[in-house]
Each structure stands twice: as structure tokens, then as C-alpha cells.
């Protein structure tokens, strides 16, 4: 699985690793602070996240141009590292303002952080994908992108973790502790819109917490605000995750410097390829018809940060009881995963002394999981954005799976093409939203929700959440490495940076899109119809995508 790969594999994708780490980080509390520090609603709070992840995903975009045309991968890289820096540490000092000032503060931070990603994130994946380029590890480049977004879904998986354990720990220091209910019922008491039930509710959630004094002005102000300071500390871990990366990056950029091309220069023992102005055209408009239909993918996997963290909060147990609750502990997922890939090692190793390590680590893991079963509490308690670290665990544990699943398929010489992946990845993510579909029957509507300011007297088990999550990420396995892959090997080789870029400004499109469902949230729509929007939109995508299959089969069989 690991062999045969150049060793600036490793190195790109651990810098990326901690950049992700402190993103997610952020991204796992977003619309929760949105609505916590500002009183937005669930359709203007998505408004902000769909704007914000579409700048986030169109400014590659502008990387890819600046590093094609004047500084190069490497230099925009780091100037893309140095600028997000200076957006989390913004969004982190914004604790300190108020009103309109922290409103304009965490605007800047947000444009900060999306430029600073446009110039890194697609730069650093040519770099990866000029690795590739030489001919002894061509064949390999599906297998490497797959590691490489394997290790990016590392630095996620203990971001929501990390988010609730700092959200945790400072409402703690105000001697409070966290209920979905009452950020939504604290500003309507503030704001003078609260209900006679709303207002029965928020006294007897007041009267919980330990410092409530009785003057209920004083409790929602000081709540909103201990909350939205507790989700400030979080923004901070995203600078020192930017810090670990850079040290990273400049501590092995020796395995990988040779791919860092600057205008007017090309790779040591790179032949000049020079394609026919027909072969252009065509390698562009296959790209182009990918990314239309990837529009669509973001559009419904980036819900887990908006309408999906809705769910967890306003229509899922804050509780998880039997083998569930092991799955919240981040953790034993990690044992989970290692022992996954000591597994593979036992069959793959091609050592004794491998395959004996590998039993060894495997037996190690299978203990520890063990006695984390038997020592973790009957029930434990559920935040809403943990729910997002279910995404990136699989990733990291069905790797393997995939890789090799494809190997084997691709020694029998019946791997699908890389579109043929991507068009199944769409058909799976439509099945992941009937699984939320089927979570949903019998459900209140949002709206219904909305008007009394609570959470749904009706809770579903997380394991609906948590299987939708499973079902996106086989999905996701299909269409996101393979489309990073097949930019990079069907990207005409003036413009490697430029159609990178554009990948990314279809990711943008659909990030933006998912303001649409947001936007849907409270208008009586039920949950069902809501989830049946992104049902359709995915398999229109899918069957799109196979009618044109011969035209893009034809292109990545010229490259």
C-alpha cells in the first residue's frame, strides 16, 4: 500500500495535514458560532458558510494562476500558509470585540483565510501530482492521491474533537455547560420575540446551570457570550496547526523541491510535451464536464457542516448508549484505524518480521478498543459537531479497502476509469441522503421547530447520522482523490495550476449551493422533501455524467 511512492508524497501530505487540522477545527463550529455570537438564523447562518467555502474553493482559482505565471508552487504555497495565518489568529482576537467591530473583524479573518487557501491548497496538490509525472511511479498516482487525501482526513478527524474539548473546557471556566436549546431561546428572550413556552423552557434550562443567579438578563448575555468566547479558543488551534505545517513543509521540502516549478522553468529530465491544439481542447472540455457534475457532490457532502450538524442538534439524542458510544471517542477510532492498516500489513508484509509487527500492533489495538468499551460511560453525551468527525474516520479506515479493492480490479484489468468512478460516486451519495430520508419520516418540520425555539420532542438515534456519514465517505472515496488525480494527469501541462484551480472553483459553486438547502430549511418544506432535493441533484449528476462517459474514457486514454 505504502510502497513504491516518492518520499515527497509523505511530506506534502503531513503539511497538509495540519493545515486541514486547524480548518476543520474552525469549519466544525462554524454556523455554530454564527448563531451563537450574532443570533443568525439557520438560512442566514448558511448564507455565511456557503460564501465562505465558495471563496475558499474559488480562490485556487487565482493560486493556480499567480503560481503558473509568476512565483511558482513553492513561494505561493507558503505566502498562502503565512496569509491563513493571519485570518485565524483575526478570527481568534475577534473574541474580544463587539457588535459591529467583531461582525467586521470576522469578516476580514474569513477573506483572510480564503485566499490564503486559494493560494495554497491547489498548489500543493500539483506538487504532488508533478511527482507522478515521472515514469517510474505513473502507474501509481490513483494510489498516491488516495494516500494523500487519506492523510488530509487525519487532521479532520480530530478537529471536531478538539472544537467540543475546547468548547467544553471554557464554558466550563464560566460554570456553564452546553445545551442546544439555549443560545436560540437566550437571544429570543434578548431580542423580545420569545414565546410563553419558549420562555417556560429557557427557565427551567436556566435554573440547570450552575450560575444562574435568577436574573435571566444577565444568565443569555453571559451565556452568548461565554459560548462564543469557548468557540473563539477553538479559531486559535487552527494557528498553531498552520505552524506545525510549515515546520513540516520547510523541515523535508528536500524530497519534494524538484517539482517546485517556477515560470519559464521545467522539472530536471522532464521531456516537453507538446499537445495539438485538438488534444487541448479536448483534455479541457472533459475537465470542464467533470467539474459540472462535482458541483453537485460538494453541494450535498458539504451539508455535514450546515443542514447535517442541524440534525445532530434539533433531531438527534444528545446521548449515546451500548456500542454507539464508543464511536465518539476519537481516540478509539484511531485504534480503529491502525489496526485496520496493521491488518493489511499481516496479509501484505512481504517480510516475516512485518507480518509479525503488524499481528503485533493489530492485537495491540484490538486491546485497546477493548478496554475503552468496558471503561467508557453508559451514556455519554453528544455535541453537535461531533458528529463530523465520522467523515474523515472512514476515510481513514476504508482506505486500504479501496486501495485494494482497485488493485485488485486493476490486475484483472477491470478498474473503472477515473469518470466511471466519479459518476458512482454520485449515485452513492444520493443513497447516503435516502438513508437520511428514511431518518426523517414522522419528524417535525423545521419551521415547526423554529417557531418554538427548540429541539424536536421526537430524537432519532445517532446511528442514522452516523451511517449516512459511511455511506457519503464511500462516495466521496469514488469522486474526490480520483477527481484530484484525474485533473492532474489530464490537465494540459501549461495549465496544471489553472485547471487545479478550476477544480477547485467547482468545489466553490457547490459549496455556495449549499446555502440553497439551508435556504429551504424553514419554509415548511418537511424533512423528507428537503433531503429529496439532494436525492435528485445527485443522480441527474450521475446519469449525466455515464452519457458522456465515452467522450471522457477518450481523453484520459490520450494522456
Not at 454 to 478: A, C, D, K, M, R
Request: charged content about 15%; proline content about 3%; aromatic content about 14%.
Amino acid at each position: 500500500m505504502f510502497k513504491g511512492h516518492p518520499k515527497g508524497l509523505y511530506a506534502l501530505a503531513l503539511a497538509n495535514t495540519g493545515e486541514r487540522f486547524g480548518y476543520y477545527t474552525m469549519l466544525a463550529i462554524f454556523v455554530l458560532f454564527l448563531q451563537a455570537k450574532f443570533g443568525l438564523t439557520a438560512t442566514a447562518a448558511g448564507q455565511f458558510y456557503g460564501i465562505f467555502l465558495a471563496a475558499v474553493y474559488f480562490m485556487p482559482i487565482l493560486g493556480g494562476f499567480i503560481a503558473d505565471k509568476f512565483w511558482g508552487f513553492g513561494k505561493t504555497v507558503v505566502t498562502g500558509i503565512l496569509v491563513m495565518f493571519a485570518g485565524y489568529l483575526l478570527l481568534f482576537t475577534q473574541k474580544d470585540a463587539t457588535g459591529g467591530m467583531a461582525f467586521t473583524m470576522m469578516i476580514a479573518a474569513l477573506l483572510c483565510i480564503a485566499i490564503g487557501t486559494g493560494l495554497f491548497k491547489g498548489n500543493l496538490q500539483v506538487m504532488v501530482g508533478n511527482l507522478y509525472d515521472d515514469a517510474k511511479y505513473a502507474a501509481k498516482r490513483d494510489g498516491g492521491f488516495s494516500l494523500f487525501y487519506m492523510a488530509i482526513n487525519i487532521g479532520s478527524m480530530f478537529a471536531p474533537t478538539t472544537a467540543t474539548a475546547v468548547t467544553n473546557i471554557f464554558l466550563g471556566k464560566s460554570g456553564l455547560t452546553y445545551d442546544a436549546n439555549i443560545p436560540s431561546l437566550a437571544h429570543q428572550f434578548l431580542d423580545g420575540t420569545i414565546t410563553p413556552d419558549g420562555m417556560s423552557r429557557l427557565e427551567t434550562l436556566a435554573s440547570a446551570q450552575s450560575s444562574f443567579s435568577g436574573d435571566m438578563t444577565a444568565f443569555c448575555s453571559n451565556y452568548i457570550d461565554s459560548l462564543s468566547e469557548a468557540y473563539s479558543y477553538g479559531f486559535g488551534i487552527a494557528c498553531i496547526s498552520l505552524i506545525l505545517s510549515i515546520a513540516i513543509y520547510f523541515g523535508f521540502r528536500k524530497s519534494f523541491k524538484h517539482v517546485d516549478v517556477r515560470k519559464g522553468e521545467k522539472k530536471q529530465d522532464e521531456a516537453v510535451v507538446e499537445l495539438t491544439p485538438k488534444q487541448t481542447k479536448d483534455r479541457i472540455i472533459a475537465l470542464c464536464l467533470v467539474f459540472a457534475v462535482v458541483i453537485f457532490f460538494w453541494m450535498a457532502f458539504q451539508q455535514a457542516g450546515l443542514t447535517l450538524t442541524y440534525f445532530a442538534r434539533d433531531y438527534t439524542s444528545s446521548v449515546a448508549t451500548g456500542w454507539t458510544r464508543i464511536g465518539f471517542d476519537v481516540f478509539t477510532l484511531a485504534m480503529i484505524a491502525v489496526g485496520v492498516y496493521a491488518l493489511f500489513g499481516v496479509f501484505q508484509s512481504d517480510t516475516k518480521k512485518g507480518k509479525i509487527l503488524s499481528g503485533l500492533i493489530l492485537a495491540a489495538c484490538a486491546a485497546g478498543v477493548w478496554y475503552k468499551a468496558a471503561n467508557v460511560d453508559k451514556l455519554v453525551c453528544l455535541l453537535p459537531q461531533i458528529f463530523q468527525h465520522f467523515n474523515p474516520f472512514f476515510v481513514v479506515a476504508l482506505t486500504p479497502v479501496s486501495m485494494a479493492l482497485f488493485g485488485a480490479l486493476a490486475k484483472k484489468g477491470k478498474e473503472p476509469s477515473a469518470p466511471r468512478k466519479i459518476a458512482l460516486g454520485m449515485l452513492v451519495a444520493a443513497l447516503g441522503y435516502c438513508v437520511m430520508a428514511a431518518a426523517s419520516f414522522g419528524l417535525p418540520s423545521p419551521k415547526e421547530l423554529s417557531e418554538t425555539g427548540g429541539v424536536s420532542n421526537i430524537l432519532v438515534s445517532p446511528n442514522w447520522l452516523i451511517s449516512t456519514y459511511l455511506v457519503l465517505t464511500f462516495g466521496e472515496l469514488l469522486l474526490s482523490p480520483m477527481g484530484i488525480s484525474f485533473v492532474s494527469k489530464v490537465a494540459p501541462p501549461k495549465l496544471k495550476g489553472l485547471m487545479m484551480g478550476l477544480w477547485f472553483g467547482a468545489t466553490a459553486i457547490g459549496n455556495y449551493l449549499t446555502s440553497v438547502i439551508s435556504s429551504i430549511w424553514n419554509t415548511g418544506l418537511s424533512l423528507v422533501m428537503i433531503w429529496g432535493v439532494l436525492i435528485i441533484l445527485c443522480v441527474v449528476s450521475a446519469v449525466f455524467m455515464f452519457s458522456m462517459m465515452k467522450r471522457l474514457e477518450n481523453a484520459t486514454s490520450e494522456c
